[in-house]
């Protein structure tokens, strides 16, 4: 704050007003571009699948800046090491991303899908496209006349055919351009790229 607003405001006073604001600030650090966020696509959900954790942090951090409500696409079984071992052709992981077809169980469902107008979906990238396990979610709900964002981490490949899958997928919904979100980005770069996305 200048000098002269401090001496007009005398010193306590204005030593308190930053006080305060630095408060407000620490509080409601996204205040204004949740009700933004919000006010534009109504309500959101942020779900996500992530075998290793590292885009459930993403998805987190993304679902607190954004004041959405976070659900975590969990398989019927989880994921073992084994299970993700790219090398091994017999692997899980290698045997599902082979086949199209393959559809790997959800332990549990949103509980109402129909309240959210904007649906984030989040996941590892997966020999150069989203799990087969994106497809069960995608395939499970009435998407029609929803947003969906997919957004992804991975070892350096982009998303790949992703959009083409999930455009197939929900015809009905409109599936915007999404990004991978590697390097641990800061919850307000998230909050920017979602509401640039939004937009
Ligand atoms: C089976 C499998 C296949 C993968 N394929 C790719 C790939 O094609 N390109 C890439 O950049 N990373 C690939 N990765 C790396 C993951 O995308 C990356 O580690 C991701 O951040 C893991 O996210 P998670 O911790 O949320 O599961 C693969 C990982 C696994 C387990």
Redesign the pocket.
Known sequence: MPDTHNRLLGRRTALKLAGGFAAFSVLFPAACTTTEAKDMNGKILVA?????????RVAKKLAEGLGADLFEIRPEKP?SRQD???HDKK?R??VE?NDPNSRPAIAAQVGNMGQYDTVFVG???????S?TIISTFLESYDFSGKMIVPF??????GL?KTESIFRELCPKATVRSGRVL?GNPDKAVLVEWAKSVLR
Do not use: H, K, Q, V
């Open positions: 996500y699948f992530s075998a290793t954790g590292t885009t459930a994921y993700l071992d790219w692997s992981s290698s991303m996941f590892p990238i997966w020999w150069y496209r799990p992804a981490t991975s070892g350096g490949s790949g590697n």
